[in-house]
């Protein structure tokens, strides 16, 4: 699964020396605000600590990842 969205619309193949190189670089960048939401997303405890991550980004708001996790664990905490 490539989570670095380095190829996405590349053919699959053998993992050569450009390869390793964009991996390199991708992982020297760092990590995204997405990257760090998604984490608090998937610790919260309570529903309450779920509104507070969306009203602290807006930013990530219009990800697909993010209102998939984020909906993902309102059900959570909705079915306990």
């Known amino acids: 699964k490539?989570?670095?969205r380095l190829f996405i619309d590349k053919e699959e193949g053998l993992?050569?020396?450009?390869t390793?190189?964009?991996?390199?670089e991708w992982?020297?960048?760092?990590r995204s605000e997405l990257d760090d939401?998604?984490?608090l997303i998937r610790t919260c405890t309570t529903i309450?600590?779920?509104?507070?991550?969306?009203?602290?980004?807006?930013?990530?708001?219009?990800?697909?990842?993010?209102q998939i996790a984020k909906?993902?664990?309102?059900?959570?905490f909705l079915n306990k």
């Open 2 to 4: 490539d989570r670095t």
């Open 48 to 66: 309450e600590d779920l509104k507070s991550i969306h009203e602290n980004y807006p930013s990530v708001h219009s990800n697909v990842d993010y």
């Open 20 to 24: 390793g190189i964009a991996l390199r």
């Open 15 to 18: 993992i050569s020396k450009e």
């Open 27 to 30: 992982a020297l960048q760092g």
């Open 37 to 39: 939401v998604m984490d």
């Open 71 to 76: 909906n993902k664990k309102k059900e959570e």
